[in-house]
């Protein structure tokens, strides 16, 4: 067993996602100055995603990556595709009003059946796509559930079932788990392999994709703006700043609006044959705790399983930590050990929304996606494109969720703080009902 705490052969850390490339060719690094419409800097999903709809939309554009494209979080993530945001629809509605949330909402559900068409135009390494979801409940609650089925199937497209204890429990093994919200329209997938694919779809397009290409400084002021890296410039009249939990000063307004905070994935080894006795289906699954769990099992009967979040990018003892949570949930797999465990670096907004808008004229930002990120960062990237290439309005929606500044340093204990808490009340309902 490994943790994962530097970036083995290839570039990215040591994971399912990177074990599992479908393809490992590197893409260019720049060499000299060139000039293009649009320089996306950043190569997680949010960047790949806005370059790939510029791309689409005829527009020349260039990205520059300082690793590899889905280094970060994109690459490293559970693979879990859903509409909705980390801000929940009741606290949206309650913030904007029922009818702009919904808007946003919409949105949302437009996001993932792309990522869901797009993921079929890859193909390949992205498979396996399993649909559906399921939330479990931790806690006994029968009739809450249902009314939060129903609440949000009014709503929304979501389509939600719910499932008795009974079935739940003859599907995922649990004595934590009781009655359970089946989610037919989210799905799990490779997601290294998807942004790795969307790049290359980006640059079938037409786009310049540059790896090893860190970006040292923007001239936003310039006519046109530059990007300065250490191979060359690039020249253009707009560019998209998704940089997110790694932006580490760049742009000092978007840095101090971004939380970096930590999130924690562990691979075990097989489990055999007895997986199916203990976890009957193959979808991703989550609980309804403020401090949940997902996981998913894998076609060779390894479970992957993600959790927590926490000021510290790279703690100590990772894997046995990820392992304690999963046999808390599964006491059955008490003997299971971990094969690798990694660490991924989310950027979260106080208000817990992407931040997506202008800081002036030619100058875009797309970044704190933290904790529902594989459709959203597309939503991101589709909506600036647009902006830029065809005077769509809509990114306007999110105007409400600015730039807050997160405090700094004392601004992650606070994130900190405020994860312990949500650990707290559940335990406390968990004891209490």
């Not at 040591?14 to 720049?30: G, I, K, N, V, W």
Request: glycine fraction near 12%.
């Amino acid at each position: 067993m490994t943790t994962a705490q530097s970036a083995p052969a290839g570039g990215y850390v040591d994971s399912y996602y990177s074990r599992t490339l479908e393809s490992d060719a590197p893409f260019e690094t720049l060499d000299g100055d060139i000039d293009v419409d649009v320089c996306v800097v950043g190569g997680g999903m949010a960047g790949v995603a806005t370059a790939l709809g510029l791309a689409e939309r005829g527009k020349s554009v260039a990205l520059v990556e300082a690793r590899r494209i889905g280094w970060g979080a994109s690459g490293r993530n559970g693979g879990f595709v859903s509409a909705g945001f980390s801000r929940g629809l009741r606290a949206l509605i309650d913030s904007v009003g029922r009818d702009h949330a919904l808007e946003l909402y919409r949105l949302s559900e437009e996001a993932v059946r792309l990522v869901r068409s797009r993921a079929e135009r890859i193909g390949g390494g992205v498979a396996p796509i399993v649909d559906g979801r399921v939330t479990c409940s931790w806690f006994d609650d029968p009739d809450g559930v249902r009314r939060e089925a129903d609440w949000l199937n009014a709503l929304t497209d979501a389509g939600i079932e719910v499932w008795d204890r009974e079935k739940v429990r003859s599907v995922w093994r649990s004595p934590r788990y009781f009655e359970a919200m089946w989610r037919p329209k989210g799905f799990t997938f490779h997601s290294l392999n998807f942004s790795r694919g969307n790049a290359r779809l980006a640059a079938e397009a037409g786009a310049r994709i540059f790896e090893a290409t860190p970006a040292r400084a923007i001239e936003l002021d310039a006519e046109p703006r530059r990007v300065h890296t250490d191979s060359g410039i690039i020249r253009c009249d707009h560019v998209v700043i998704c940089c997110s939990g790694y932006i580490e000063g760049l742009v000092g307004r978007l840095s101090r609006a971004t939380l970096p905070i930590g999130t924690y994935v562990v691979l075990t080894e097989p489990v055999g044959d007895r997986l199916k006795e203990i976890i009957g289906l193959p979808n991703g699954v989550s609980d309804t705790r403020f401090a949940s769990d997902y996981y998913r099992p894998l076609p060779d009967t390894r479970i992957l399983w993600g959790g927590r979040i926490s000021r510290w990018t790279d703690p100590p003892r990772l894997a046995e930590t990820m392992m304690r949570d999963l046999k808390t949930v599964y006491p059955q797999l008490a003997d299971l050990k971990a094969e690798v465990a990694w660490p991924g670096t989310m950027g979260y907004a106080t208000h817990k929304m992407p931040q997506i808008g202008s800081l002036k004229p030619g100058v875009w930002y797309s970044q704190g996606y933290g904790g529902h990120g594989m459709a959203t960062t597309t939503l991101g990237g589709e909506l600036i494109a647009s902006a830029i290439a065809e005077r769509d309005e809509r990114w306007r929606l999110f105007e409400p969720f600015g730039l807050t500044p997160v405090g700094g340093p004392l601004g992650a204990w606070y994130a900190q703080l405020v994860y312990w808490g949500y650990q707290t009340r559940d335990a406390w309902r968990e004891i209490w009902g």
